[in-house]
């Protein structure tokens, strides 16, 4: 008694049921993927914005997969305002040098990091941006600095393509 | 039970009944019997069970006429205001339903608080319950959606991404939830999808909450343990149906005003306003029966913190039955929880007024407080409650009070000894 046997039922047991797990499994994945972003959604991958017009002091917002993007044009102000700030005085630290290469053009996702909304342009205890749904405050840099959001305004992947035209995505 | 003695009269009656025995059920919901003592508070299980079907007609015929495409779903939805004939009337009809759907679970979930009705033998139909409350809310917030203005994008997309404050994964499940970069057209038609799903799953757990129901009983105001069927009880019909039945009738007074003279005062202006990805309204706030929950989630300044404590607001819920360490029901021989009690139903108002407000200055100060006061009192006033309150002595029957002429027992024996 004290000895168990392995027996041949035993075995037809435990291999049926790992034969139709892995089945289930196989059957359920196809049902959960379709509802991942299907092969149109990802074909709308890039955006050419033309910012010719496009004013120092100024926002373009230009709609990119379904996001608004920001493309602000800063001012000089707004640059050094972003360059002096300390990084220990930061939420989510990063320097504004990585996030706008050339100085002057800030693009950013126009997305609050918090819980998705779209901040307001020029507004908020820094110059930046203010999210009216939960009361999160970005500089002109787009960083965090005040409030519920714990990121800065996401920075797409985004080149000049001539002087005057970009291209998001 | 004795229904199971049940035999029907008539010949074809019995050869069906030995078949299907579905007159014994008729015959047991109608024999069913239920505690004397039963007030008001008592005829909103009634009054849900009118609401859901209610909302499953007019959202039948809805469908009938609204086109689930983030290209059409808002004009389907004026189509259905101005061309589809008694569109207006049907589309109101649901929308108010769902707040009055709301207003009636609420008042039976605070009697069930007041009464005790969650303690045993009776966890089982309110953890059921809080689950047909919690499908509730995912119901009327994808209905919410489907009309595709201001609100229901803006609305999608602040809740979608509640679920980005989980850590690692919570970006990947935004994505799949919304099938794409942001709130969109595979978005919409799930959410219709889901939305039509739902109301059938809440009617199988009704079912299962009936049952739940008629194994032990109601519970009663007195809230003791009463025999059955006995001197404390009458059967469901027709004394609870008449019973039920005015009720309801007041209940559909007060619906019918919303549908006919103020149909959108419990709604949002900028729903009316077409979605656009572009803007964000203002001032975004969910409908009303959610706010005391976006309150609580907003009253905290972390992103994952807040989303784990409003989903624990409603979550404690189902621990309830372990959480209350007293082994007396009712409120009405409970001189302390009564108070507390009270407390709570004021707390989670000012919960729900804070939680229209901005988030800010004394309005966030205030939503803070009353925070910490909910978790407060579940989770430290309660399990101590239980072992530090005197109670007041219970009647041995519910025959005693009714007769005395009050539930307190103390005054009965006093009114007896008057009347004597």
């Known amino acids: ?169 | 039970m004795s229904d199971h003695d049940y035999r029907p009269k008539s010949k074809v009656g019995q050869w069906f009944n030995d078949r299907l025995p579905l007159l014994t059920l008729a015959n047991h919901l109608t024999d069913y019997p239920t505690p004397k003592n039963l007030n008001y508070w008592w005829t909103f299980g009634g009054i849900l069970t009118f609401c859901l079907i209610t909302q499953i007609i007019t959202g039948l015929t809805l469908a009938m006429h609204y086109i689930a495409h983030a290209d059409m779903a808002f004009e389907s939805v004026e189509h259905i205001m101005r061309d589809v004939n008694y569109g207006w009337l049907i589309r109101y009809i649901h929308a108010n339903g769902a707040s009055m759907f709301f207003l009636a679970v609420y008042i039976h979930i605070f009697r069930s608080l007041f009464y005790g009705s969650y303690k045993a033998p009776r966890e089982i139909i309110w953890i059921i319950g809080i689950i047909i409350y919690l499908l509730m809310m995912a119901a009327a917030f994808m209905g919410y959606v489907l009309p595709w203005g201001q609100m229901s994008f803006w609305g999608a997309t602040v809740i979608t991404n509640l679920f980005s404050a989980i850590p690692l994964v919570g970006e990947g499940i935004v994505t799949w939830l919304w099938g794409g970069y942001s709130v969109d057209n595979p978005t919409l038609t799930r959410f219709f999808t889901l939305h039509y799903l739902i109301p059938f799953l809440i009617l199988g757990l009704v079912v299962l909450h009936i049952w739940a129901l008629h194994v032990p009983g109601n519970n009663n105001p007195v809230g003791i343990d009463i025999k059955k069927p006995s001197k404390d009880t009458v059967p469901f019909h027709p004394y609870i149906v008449i019973k039920d039945g005015f009720a309801l009738l007041m209940f559909m007074i007060v619906f019918a005003f919303f549908v006919f003279y103020s149909p959108n005062i419990l709604g949002h202006a900028d729903n009316y306003i077409e979605a656009n990805p572009m803007v964000t309204p203002a001032h975004i706030v969910p409908e009303w029966y959610l706010l005391p929950f976006y309150a609580i989630l907003r009253s905290v300044p972390d992103k994952l913190l807040g989303v784990v404590a409003m989903l624990s607001a409603i979550l404690i819920l189902a621990v309830l039955p372990w959480l209350d360490t007293s082994k007396i029901r009712s409120a009405v021989f409970r001189p302390l929880y009564k108070q507390f009690y009270w407390i709570l139903v004021a707390d989670v108002l000012i919960l729900g007024y804070v939680g229209a407000m901005p988030a800010e200055g004394l309005y966030l100060l205030i939503a803070r407080v009353a925070t910490a006061y909910y978790f407060l009192h579940f989770l430290v006033i309660l399990p101590i409650l239980g072992f530090k309150e005197k109670t007041l002595p219970v009647p041995l029957s519910i025959t005693e009070p009714v007769l005395g002429g009050s539930p307190n027992l103390a005054t009965a024996r006093k009114k007896e000894s008057k009347i004597e």
């Not at chain 1, 819980?115 to 500089?139: A, E, T």
């Not at chain 1, 787009?142 to 393509?161: D, H, Q, S, T, W």
Request: aromatic share 8%.
């Open chain 1, 1 to 169: 008694m004290s000895e168990k046997k392995t027996k041949r039922r035993d075995f037809l047991f435990t291999a049926t049921t790992a034969v139709g797990a892995v089945g289930a499994a196989a059957v359920v994945w196809p049902m959960i993927d379709q509802m991942n972003p299907d092969a149109s959604v990802k074909a709308l991958a890039s955006t050419e914005v033309d910012v010719s017009a496009l004013t120092p002091g100024n926002t373009l917002t230009v709609l990119w997969r379904g996001k608004p993007v920001f493309i602000r044009r800063r001012t000089k102000e707004e640059i050094d305002e972003a360059r002096k700030v300390k990084m220990e005085d930061l939420i989510h630290p990063e320097k504004d040098e990585d996030r706008a290469k050339n100085p002057e053009w800030l693009v950013m996702l126009g997305v609050c990091t918090h819980l998705g909304c779209v901040p307001l342009n020029d507004k908020g205890d820094y110059n930046g941006w203010f999210c009216p749904c939960h009361g999160s405050h970005y500089d002109t840099s787009g960083r965090i600095r005040k409030g519920p959001a714990p990121l800065n305004m996401e920075i797409p992947k985004y080149e000049f393509v001539n002087a005057n035209t970009i291209k998001i995505g």
